[in-house]
């Protein structure tokens, strides 16, 4: 596992972008030899001038003002221990935010800074679900909004499709991060211990109408959950 960062380390990103009024999300890369490597942040308004941030990493001040801007940070969700990264600096930066986690993942966490909980009320706007059959070890977020929901996932369905460079395209290609919606090689060997209990969750929220994308930590945004969701969820019954 990559060393835990002590400063507010920026590393290259995109601009942020929002998906529907108070959803953002942006896209930021990892350097890695001959490439980067991208990986996403997503932040969610909630009731009383606050946020949510999912997977939270570094940006530039007049991303992070945009941040603030929308809301003050509440909560800092790290969906598993991979994404402790950059946690410190974010709670020495908001001190009073929760910092929140997976129940399995919360010892490793734990190492970088003390987490406060495995839930989190989150007004309504959006909740916290774990995800089922990966060992109680990673978190997943539904965000609603005008009757639309949208999905957050981590590290266990990665979209991989135009990783930056040879190094990151082995990479995702290697760990089954792309080049289309998979399940990764890292959540099978490490996370996945219940196949059919996954999969009946899978096939769960592909039978809501209302689910509209998901948006995973590593690549594209799915425009089509349901029909992938399905597939997804076949592939674990093999």
């Not at 960062?5 to 290259?12: E, G, N, R, T, V």
């Not at 007049?62 to 991979?82: D, S, T």
């Not at 406060?116 to 965000?143: H, I, P, Q, S, Y």
């Amino acid at each position: 596992m990559a060393k835990l960062h002590d400063d507010w380390l920026i590393l290259p990103h995109a601009p942020l972008r929002e998906i529907e009024p108070g959803l953002l999300t942006v896209v930021g890369q990892i350097p890695m030899p001959l490439g980067n490597f991208p990986r996403r942040m997503t932040i969610v308004g909630l009731p009383r001038k606050r946020t949510a941030i999912y997977s939270p990493f570094p940006l530039k001040e007049a991303a992070m003002k945009r941040i603030e801007e929308l809301g003050q940070p509440a909560f800092l969700i790290v969906p598993n221990p991979a994404h402790r990264l950059d946690i410190r600096p974010f709670h020495q930066r908001y001190p009073k935010a929760k910092v929140i986690t997976a129940p399995g993942a919360r010892p490793k966490v734990d190492e970088a800074v003390p987490v406060n909980g495995t839930e989190a009320d989150l007004g309504g706007v959006a909740e916290l679900v774990e995800l089922a059959g990966v060992n109680r070890m990673e978190l997943a977020m539904l965000v609603r909004h005008q009757g639309n929901t949208t999905l957050l996932t981590n590290d266990v369905i990665g979209n991989v499709g135009h990783p930056q460079g040879l190094g990151a395209w082995v990479m995702s290609r290697l760990m089954g991060f792309g080049p289309k919606p998979r399940i990764t090689r890292p959540a099978k060997r490490m996370f996945i211990k219940d196949k059919a209990a996954l999969a009946a969750q899978f096939r769960d929220w592909a039978a809501s109408d209302a689910l509209k994308r998901i948006i995973p930590s590593h690549g594209d945004i799915i425009d089509r959950p349901q029909a992938v969701l399905l597939a997804l969820a076949k592939s674990l019954d093999r």
